[in-house]
């Protein structure tokens, strides 16, 4: 079975504070890839970045880091000095190698971030 | 420039009319799909295709129709037979099923309301 599990549904943080968004997932595949996405509040999904089942090393783009973790099955979301512009509903995503087309996404964690 | 274009971006239906959301990509994608979203909920799949005139169900595909006659286009049609169709309504696209590494692209969305 695949699955996605964001726990935390919504999150408040004052500006400037880092803010850690959890991803924890489920799958049989060995070979699988993970997703994270953002949501404004105009409701396109823009996608963020990916990571491979095979690749665990842990990336850093601006403010934002990625933590890549398959002992625990987790991809947690970090982000550094938050903003007002993060203020959004991010998504956690799974693919699996043996599933075909499908994509699996976790319910989302709404941030909001306050001035 | 390359993208999803989905149409109207609100829609309102009437009791027992079915309406039909469009789905336009010019990105040569093979894949397309049809999410569901709720109020402070995730996406749900509905149904997706991955070749022309070929399609699946998803998880919530009752009171739903949808064709592909072209690569470029994936209409969904919501029937009288959805009780409850108010919600927002995303399509997505991916590349060819190279490895599983490709994230969807995502169009606006269509909110669809009853009158």
């Known amino acids: 079975a695949q699955k996605v599990t964001q726990a935390q549904t919504e999150i408040s943080v004052v500006e400037k504070e880092d803010v850690t968004l959890d991803c924890v997932y489920e799958t049989r595949d060995t070979t699988y890839y993970l997703f994270w996405y953002k949501q404004p509040p105009s409701g396109e999904l823009v996608f963020l970045i990916r990571?491979?089942?095979?690749?665990?090393q842990n990336e850093i783009s601006g403010r934002y880091s990625w933590n890549f973790q398959k002992s625990t099955s987790s991809f947690n979301f970090t982000i550094t000095a938050s903003q007002v512009v993060d203020s959004a509903v991010y998504f956690c995503a799974l693919r699996g190698a043996n599933t075909g087309n499908q994509f699996y996404f976790g319910t989302g964690t709404s941030l909001t971030v306050i001035p | 420039d390359g993208g999803i274009t989905q149409s109207p971006k609100y829609l309102f239906r009437k009791e027992g009319q079915n309406v039909t959301l469009s789905c336009e990509q010019n990105?040569?994608?093979?894949?397309m799909y049809w999410y569901r979203q709720d109020p402070g909920q995730g996406l749900r799949l509905i149904y997706y295709?991955?070749?022309?005139?070929?399609?699946q169900k998803g998880d919530i595909a009752e009171g739903y129709s949808v064709s592909r006659e072209k690569k470029e286009s994936f209409p969904l049609t919501v029937t009288s037979a959805q009780k409850n169709p108010t919600a927002f309504y995303l399509c997505a696209s991916t590349p060819p099923f190279l490895g599983g590494h490709q994230p969807q692209h995502f169009g606006d969305g269509t909110r669809l309301s009853i009158l």
């Open positions: 990571r491979n089942s095979f690749d665990e």
């Open positions: 990105l040569n994608h093979d894949a």
């Open positions: 295709s991955q070749i022309v005139n070929d399609f």
